[in-house]
């Protein structure tokens, strides 16, 4: 059974930083490709940034993220991270990792980020 989850969220002051973890487990495929969304309430969920674990390792970023956030993944232990720094209250989400591997792509329940003014 493959298992996806997030860990690292919590409440924080603005200006402050938090590393949100995702870790996959029970595949024996590899990690393809990984990326961060978050959600609102009563909207949409949007992209935050996404990663290619392969060998080039190519990452993009929302511009309302770039220069604060960075996304890292390790592929061997199949774990993907993401470091955010200067904390915006709009920041403010649910934060859900996605996880390509091998053919398929999987989804995190999400972790709560909530950053207070």
């Known amino acids: 059974q493959v298992q996806v989850v997030e860990s690292g969220g919590g409440l924080v002051q603005a200006g402050g930083s938090l590393r949100l973890s995702c870790a996959a487990s029970?595949?024996?495929?590899?990690?393809?490709?990984a990326g961060w969304y978050r959600q609102y309430p009563g909207e949409e969920r949007e992209t935050v940034a996404t990663?290619?674990?392969?060998?080039?390792?190519?990452?993009n970023y929302a511009d309302s993220v770039k220069g604060r956030f960075t996304i890292s993944a390790d592929k061997a232990k199949k774990m993907v991270y993401l470091q955010m720094n200067s904390l915006k209250p709009e920041d403010t989400a649910v934060y859900y990792c996605?996880?390509?591997?091998?053919?398929?792509?999987?989804w995190g329940p999400g972790t709560q980020v909530t950053v207070s003014s």
């Open positions: 996605k996880v390509l591997l091998g053919w398929l792509y999987y």
């Open positions: 029970g595949s024996t495929t590899s990690l393809i490709s």
């Open positions: 990663i290619s674990s392969s060998s080039d390792g190519s990452a």
